[in-house]
């Protein structure tokens, strides 16, 4: 009894085990129509597949018919998966990286190679107990195989992501100290990342230089605690690219560097706006910036000028932070805000005595200046600018002639007085805010005079 017993068990196993055989060496030669079933599957379900094109695809194929090869052939030799028999992987991990593929999409097509390849071993096991029984004892090994090489492709495919991004950061940051040098590529690998960035030859651009605010825009000593900040406010300016591109952006060891271009006929204005919409959503996330942009630069070539242009502007800019854009500021307010004392004292002390007192009870007449200035000498239009009567706008008129000796209605006197505004706006005593809010309204073009108010 005991020893038919175990003559069964034997029968039993040899069955299985020709099963087994069996139905792997069906799939070993129907390997090319079950790699083509795996990849439709993966178009079907993985919509990051099915996006890429047929070259993408026929790859992905290849890849799925050497993984099932690979795969049968530890089954059929009854042994464990090694890194040799998935060696291929590597390179197929990169291809999908450089594809745009996402981890998850690319490791969610192991899962669906898996699924076709098991549910084609199910098929073939066929309804008797030898055939199932031979099914089963290649789920765990199938399981074994598809874990072990999911897991090293997704690392040789971070390797590469890290390898990539490296590789990135370096061309950039070598391409800005090109452009910053006054070079402009032409070949190799800096022309085709100018040409990522949209840099070319007669590109209009602007040069951003921006630094944790209350950091010197040099270069900073001792251990450096901001880099984190710095490299989420570099990939925030990055994304200010118009036109389809991306900005080149760098941290600059104490200092980020971009260089965004403008699109055809767009207006420096706008890109300044979304430079000030980065910093205020930077402010946010508790990452406080001072920002210097340059005037428009005709291409590559007078990248270094601009680059000093807004390194230089920053020196307007307050200790709690902001954008000093020189797009938004006139020829006449900059002069004001690089003025030394020696402008200041050439201006009539009874005009600074005015102005001085003036601020202190409200401004009211210095805005009234600024209006009628805006309003081109037209006293009723600076009125409504004023949203007071023209009978209050004449009397405030005499008041300033009767202090200053200058008449609004001069020329050259309004213009001493609007000197001597300027001049006064911008001392160091004078919030940064309040200088730089006066100066970009200005360049505007609306100033906002609704906050002076005076009985009518």
Excluded at 256 to 281: F, K, S, T
Excluded at 422 to 447: I, V, Y
Aim: contains cysteine; glycine residues 8%.
């Amino acid at each position: 009894m005991s020893s038919g017993s175990s003559t069964e068990t034997l029968t039993g196993a040899e069955a299985v085990r020709a099963q087994r055989n069996r139905i792997l060496s069906e799939l070993l030669g129907d390997l090319r129509s079950l790699a083509a079933a795996a990849v439709a599957t993966m178009r079907d379900e993985i919509p990051a597949y099915a996006a890429q094109s047929p070259d993408f695809h026929a790859d992905v194929r290849d890849q799925v018919v050497k993984h099932y090869r690979a795969k049968l052939a530890v089954l059929l030799e009854e042994r464990t998966v090694t890194f040799e028999d998935i060696a291929f992987t590597r390179r197929a991990s990169m291809r999908r990286a450089r594809a745009g593929v996402e981890l998850a999409d690319y490791i969610n097509a192991f899962r669906v190679g898996q699924q076709v390849f098991w549910q084609s071993v199910v098929d073939r096991a066929g309804h008797t107990p030898a055939g199932r029984e031979a099914a089963l004892s290649l789920a765990s090994p199938l399981m074994r195989y598809c874990d072990f090489a999911s897991t090293h492709a997704a690392n040789a495919y971070m390797e590469f992501q890290q390898y990539a991004a490296a590789e990135a950061v370096r061309e950039s940051r070598d391409l800005l100290e090109t452009l910053l040098a006054g070079g402009v590529p032409t070949r190799g690998r800096e022309l085709a990342a100018a040409q990522a960035h949209g840099l070319a030859a007669r590109t209009q651009l602007l040069v951003v230089v921006a630094a944790l605010a209350g950091s010197p825009s040099a270069v900073t000593t001792g251990p450096d605690r901001g880099a984190d900040a710095r490299h989420a406010a570099c990939a925030a300016i990055a994304r200010t690219g118009g036109n389809g591109t991306r900005t080149l952006s760098v941290v600059r060891q104490s200092e980020i560097v971009a260089i965004p271009v403008l699109g055809p006929g767009a207006d420096p204005g706008g890109l300044c706006d979304r430079l000030q919409e980065v910093l205020e959503g930077l402010a946010g996330e508790g990452v406080r910036l001072a920002m210097g942009v340059s005037t428009v630069a005709a291409g590559p070539a007078q990248i270094p000028q601009a680059y000093q242009e807004a390194r230089a502007v920053l020196d307007f800019v307050p200790e709690e932070g902001g954008v000093a854009a020189l797009p938004r500021i006139t020829p006449f307010q900059y002069l004001a805000l690089k003025a030394d004392d020696t402008a200041r004292h050439l201006v009539d002390p009874r005009i600074t005595a005015l102005l001085s007192e003036d601020r202190a009870r409200g401004g009211v007449l210095t805005a009234t200046i600024r209006a009628f200035a805006a309003a081109d000498l037209n006293l009723r239009a600076a009125a409504e600018r004023l949203q007071i009567h023209p009978n209050t706008a004449q009397y405030r008129m005499r008041r300033i002639q009767e202090r200053t000796g200058r008449s609004l209605r001069s020329i050259s006197d309004l213009v001493d007085l609007l000197v001597a505004i300027a001049l006064q706006d911008s001392l160091p005593t004078n919030s940064g805010r309040e200088r730089l809010a006066t100066a970009t309204n200005e360049g505007r073009g609306r100033a906002d005079v609704r906050s002076f108010h005076e009985p009518r």
